[in-house]
């Protein structure tokens, strides 16, 4: 089954979510032909050689300055250009904000729909049967889509990356595409990168709080029980967004992904976002709402303000 | 300014369903339905340009379940008009479908300068509909909206990115899709809305008022096929905690985790 996979490169590396796929595409379609389509200004040999370990068999480039950034007109535009000329069965890619954004364009373009954030795919036939987790993963659906190219993207943190990879270096090809104003309504302006000043993967404990700590001095309690049991801090997005704690402690999809022994989440919901970066073994909910998703991923949850009970905690772990 | 808000209405995610209920909306209690939350945030986003520029906002809602209770909450918050797309025919679990719709209401609508929608529609988990939208009508997009700002050549917009937030300028006729930042939480309806809400009569356009046939929007049209949906069964054990004085509870807890024998601290 021809593949083609959508190549994210991030921090100057190729991004694991991206490995991630190109391992379970491995190991899920027998006998797959592997594509990769690797965009950008300067590509580095580097990439294509790791691409190759892992399992691409053809790396398809494109380099124009204007693909420099991810938007969503160019990167479009050079990936139907990729897609007329692999005629691929299988277009994906790893369901970042930037693969979230491409691929329904693609099935667009080729009048299709396209599955979104699955966990899971098999091969059933000549089909494949996308396995998606929905309303906040109460229920798993499983789809499928009908005609000669199927999109998709993976949701993020779904798998892992090989750890011994063994595949030899890819044949490379390259395709040129060219650019009018239509490809440049929307302007590029910045990236705001994150400081990453912490490092939380080691983390074994994190007290982490979410938008329920409704202010930047309330993260003051956090601090200390994280200091009192010897662990870091960690925040959902919506805390970093306003600046109530520092960007470097965000946690998930867009954040830093950890994996403590110890998690406590105070005041966070559990959305699919953050909760894809937070691998626990144990992990303890201080919530006022029993309906919160987060429940579902809790070993122990107390209902109640966190106002009030963390600071009993703490009295009490001193 | 003309803004169309596109919103859906679902069983809200705090009702834990059984695999049945999601086929038979007539088991649902009408409590139980919703906007799709960052749907709400579009609503909020639409309405905060009102409040600075002066803009007709006008709500839209496809099929739904029940469909009108979603709009006549819409127009409660702010939203100038409302209309309902309904049609026995459709079938929106696939976002292309969906789409297609929205790009003909569109059509029917005519005139707009930005169009808004949630970053998702949750119960179908589809987060697709937003850009496959702006790539049928061929417009500017930008997805994942955390903050948005209209300047001379149209809005400058900072949207969600792996490793910090981005910042892009779209020109006016753009679509955006909003995330629940802080930016966009929803306001509450007022007493003036709620009886602006009374009072409104909601268009409902079927499909062939959109021009559509309905072997173009039904189910067999749908490219991306359901094959099955089933009730997720959750093997973690939650040891839940919910009653008693707050003392009490934590108490309980630590007590409970020196049981387990799971160590507190590094
Ligand atoms: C593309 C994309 C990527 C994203 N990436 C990330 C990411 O990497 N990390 C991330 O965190 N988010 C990410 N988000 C945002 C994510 O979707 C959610 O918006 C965010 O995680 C919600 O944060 P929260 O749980 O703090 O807030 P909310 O969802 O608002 O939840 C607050 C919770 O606090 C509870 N609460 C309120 N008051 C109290 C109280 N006094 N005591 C106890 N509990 C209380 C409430 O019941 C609620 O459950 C991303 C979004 C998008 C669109």
Not at chain 1, 78 to 93: D, G, K, L, S, Y
Not at chain 1, 117 to 132: A, K, L
């Amino acid at each position: 089954m021809k593949t083609l996979v959508f190549i994210q490169i991030r921090d100057d590396k190729i991004e694991e979510n991206t490995l991630g796929i190109l391992n379970k595409i491995k190991t899920t379609i027998k006998g797959a032909e592997i594509i990769g389509a690797l965009l950008g200004k300067d590509l580095k040999d580097e990439w294509i050689q790791e691409l190759g370990l892992h399992g691409v068999q053809q790396v398809v480039t494109v380099t124009s300055p204007e693909l420099e950034v991810y938007l969503s007109a160019t990167y479009t535009k050079v990936m139907m250009e990729i897609i007329n000329q692999v005629n691929p069965r299988f277009v994906v890619a790893a369901g970042t904000v930037y693969g979230e954004d491409l691929i329904p364009r693609l099935a667009v373009r080729s009048n299709t729909s396209c599955a979104q954030r699955f966990v899971d795919f098999m091969v059933e036939g000549d089909n494949i049967h996308f396995h998606t987790p929905v309303r906040d993963d109460q229920a798993m659906k499983i789809t499928q889509v009908v005609g000669d190219i199927a999109f998709a993207t993976s949701r993020p943190g779904a798998f892992f990356v090989d750890e011994n990879p063994s595949g030899t270096n890819p044949e490379v090809t390259s395709v040129s595409v060219t650019f009018d104003d239509a490809d440049r309504l929307v302007k590029h302006i910045e990236i705001k990168k994150a400081e990453r000043t912490v490092n939380l993967k080691d983390a074994k404990v994190i007290v982490a709080a979410g938008r329920g700590v409704a202010g930047k001095e309330n993260f003051q309690i956090i601090r200390e029980l994280a200091d009192l049991l010897g662990g870091q801090i960690g925040a959902t997005r919506a805390c970093t967004d306003v600046h109530w704690v520092e960007e470097t402690y965000e946690i998930g999809q867009t954040g830093q992904s950890v994996s403590p022994d110890l998690y406590i989440a105070a005041g966070i919901s559990g959305a699919p976002q953050h909760m894809s970066g937070v691998k626990a073994k144990t992990l303890i909910v201080i919530n006022t709402d029993e309906g919160a998703p987060i429940i579902n991923y809790a070993d122990y949850a107390i209902i109640g303000d966190m106002h009030t009970i963390l600071p009993i905690l703490k009295e009490k772990l001193k | 300014m003309k803004i169309v808000v596109f919103i859906q209405q679902i069983v809200s995610t705090q009702v834990k369903l059984q695999g049945v209920d999601y086929f038979d909306a007539s088991r649902v209690s009408d409590d139980d339905l919703v906007i799709n939350p960052t749907g709400k945030n579009a609503i909020e986003g639409a309405l905060k340009l009102k409040d600075s520029q002066g803009a007709e906002v006008t709500a839209v809602c496809v099929r739904g379940i029940k469909p009108n209770k979603a709009l006549k909450e819409a127009i409660a918050m702010g939203c100038t008009n409302a209309i309902e797309i309904a049609d026995e025919a459709f079938y929106t679990d696939d976002p292309y479908l969906l789409s297609k719709i929205y790009a003909k209401a569109l059509d029917k609508i005519g005139d707009y300068d930005l169009i808004l929608l949630g970053v998702e529609e949750q119960s179908s988990s589809s987060y697709a509909a937003p850009a496959m939208l702006a790539e049928m009508l061929n417009i500017p997009s930008v997805l994942t909206a955390e903050e948005m700002e209209i300047i001379d050549s149209g809005f400058r917009i900072g949207h969600v990115l792996e490793g910090g937030k981005k910042i892009v300028e779209v020109p006016q006729k753009a679509l955006v899709s909003c995330s629940d930042s802080q930016y966009f939480i929803p306001r509450y309806t007022t007493m003036r809305g709620i009886l602006a809400a009374k009072k409104a009569v909601i268009p409902v356009w079927s499909a062939a008022d959109l021009g559509l046939e309905t072997s173009e929007v039904n189910a067999d049209a749908a490219s991306l096929k359901q094959i099955s949906l089933t009730n997720i069964v959750i093997e973690k054990e939650t040891f839940l905690i919910n009653e008693g004085e707050p003392e009490e509870m934590v108490d309980k807890l630590l007590a409970k985790l020196k049981e387990d024998e799971i160590k507190l601290g590094a």
